[in-house]
């Protein structure tokens, strides 16, 4: 379920940066940097996920917590 959501997350994020697309930029590069760049972040994602999943459970709300703030930050700004 959750690669799922993952999975069509990146789909509807690569077609609102797909519409961003700078004019006569090449497609097929533009596509192959934006997939692999979005494929780096997903994938230090769940690496960072692991590692704080092992650090215990203070370590994972300090760092959800900081993340908490920032997105009401970027929210409101």
Do not use: Q
Request: without cysteine; charged residues 5%; aromatic residues 10%.
């Amino acid at each position: 379920m959750g690669g799922s959501l993952v999975a069509a997350f990146m789909v509807f994020h690569g077609f609102a940066h797909g519409t961003e697309m700078p004019a006569g930029a090449a497609l097929v590069a533009y596509l192959a940097g934006f997939s692999v760049a979005t494929l780096v972040i997903t994938f230090a994602g769940r690496g960072l996920s692991t590692l704080l999943v092992k650090a215990g459970s203070r370590l994972s709300r300090g760092v959800g917590g900081v993340l908490m703030v920032a997105g009401v930050y970027l929210a409101a700004v």
